[in-house]
């Protein structure tokens, strides 16, 4: 999943998340992407943007900033974006997205906490997910 920080001809600004850039594109040139605020469907695309990351596999990407002040930019607005549009479900994370994707619950966007063994059932369910690294809390990330 890749977001973008999108903007309309209103300049309302606003983060659109995407399956790969190439999706991106895509819909921006049918004009299938519009503001949410305005339903304006000129859209463009500010300069920066950032990636995020799958199974815990972090990629970054920034324009001139390092790589951890590009991570830790990253995961502000990603924790924000996440604060403002997910239900916080705490450690019923897991019963939660499996019961969403079985069709118990209806989908919604829900965050939480899952352990190691929850976050490989639920990859090995093909459910997909975000896993965001604690900013307070460094853990060990296999750099080289
Ligand atoms: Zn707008």
Redesign the pocket.
């Known amino acids: 999943m890749i977001a973008f920080d999108l903007?309309?001809?209103?300049?309302?600004v606003f983060e659109a998340w995407f399956k790969d850039r190439d999706t991106y594109e895509e819909q921006s040139r049918r004009g299938l992407i519009e503001?949410?605020?305005?339903?304006?469907n000129n859209i463009k695309k500010r300069p920066s943007q950032f990636a995020i990351m799958k199974g815990g596999k972090r990629e970054a990407q920034g324009e001139g900033l390092s790589e951890r002040d590009a991570a830790i930019e990253v995961l502000k607005r990603i924790h924000s974006y996440v604060m403002k549009n997910t239900e916080d479900v705490g450690t019923k994370f897991a019963e939660t997205a499996l019961k969403m994707h079985y069709g118990v619950l209806e989908p919604k966007n829900i965050r939480g906490v899952a352990t190691e063994e929850q976050e490989k059932m639920l990859q090995d369910e093909g459910i997909d997910f975000f896993k965001l690294p604690v900013l307070s809390k460094q853990r060990g990330e296999g750099d080289s």
Do not use: K, L, T, V
């Open positions: 903007f309309c001809e209103n300049d309302h503001c949410p605020i305005c339903g304006n």
